[in-house]
């Protein structure tokens, strides 16, 4: 079961028909994908520790995340099933491009694994850690007596000069 639903999926392509006879890709296939996009995100989600049983109704604020997250995914996997079958003379005007949405998604699933909305999930959850944000690590996460992790060779705690 998904996050998201078939409606709020197609509706990233506002010329692709449902309900005609020989639709392509069917219901059961964007289903399909969404059910394999929140396989991924439930997958995270209890990974980071998140309850996700009652959410819709305990905490409707991170359940549109995870719905968000779904639907983009899963618009992802129907937009490049539609623009394999337009081919390239044909112009897509007006619909979502799915590789921007793909890298969306990508990025919203690195977010959530790395603990950007766990203030969402939790609400005692500590605030972010700044490794993210700068990039590096500070001095108490070295090995000082690795040589080749410790940055200043010249200088060591504990030397006597």
Do not use: C
């Amino acid at each position: 079961m998904g996050f998201t639903t078939i409606d709020a999926v197609a509706a990233h392509y506002p010329g692709f028909q449902r309900g005609v006879t020989n639709q392509n890709p069917a219901d059961t296939q964007i289903q399909a994908w969404i059910d394999n996009q929140s396989g991924r995100i439930t997958a995270l989600a209890t990974g980071r520790g998140y309850v996700l049983a009652g959410l819709s109704t305990n905490n409707p604020q991170a359940y549109a995340l995870l719905a968000l997250v779904n639907e983009v995914g899963a618009a992802a996997d129907l937009g490049d099933a539609l623009f394999s079958m337009i081919g390239p003379e044909s112009s897509p005007q007006g619909w979502a491009n799915p590789n921007t949405l793909r890298r969306t998604y990508e990025n919203m699933i690195a977010e959530l694994n790395r603990g950007a909305y766990d203030k969402l999930f939790n609400m005692l959850a500590r605030t972010g850690d700044v490794f993210p944000a700068l990039g590096g690590i500070a001095g108490q996460e070295t090995d000082p007596t690795d040589p080749e992790t410790d940055s200043n060779l010249s200088f060591r705690k504990g030397d006597v000069y």
